[in-house]
């Protein structure tokens, strides 16, 4: 007999458990990763609007040179 039924006969699927763990662990760091990815993406994208709604209110005369570059600033920042 073999030991406790933790042999082929006892545990015969044990080899899909672990493709599915591995899976699992590989689809969790791929996502992980492309989140951080994306999360950076995402503020460049914001800083873009930000400085082309700037960009817009100064050339539609909304608002003045100063109070433009001190906002372009804080957003460089």
Request: positive net charge; charged residues 30%.
């Amino acid at each position: 007999m073999h030991g406790a039924g933790f042999g082929m006969g006892g545990f015969g699927f044990g080899w899909i458990f672990m493709i599915l763990f591995w899976v699992l662990v590989i689809a969790a760091v791929f996502y992980t990763v492309r989140y951080l990815i994306d999360r950076g993406r995402t503020v460049t994208v914001e800083k873009d609007r930000a400085e082309d709604i700037l960009r817009r209110r100064f050339a539609s005369g909304e608002i003045d040179k100063k109070e433009y570059e001190e906002k372009m600033r804080l957003i460089g920042s």
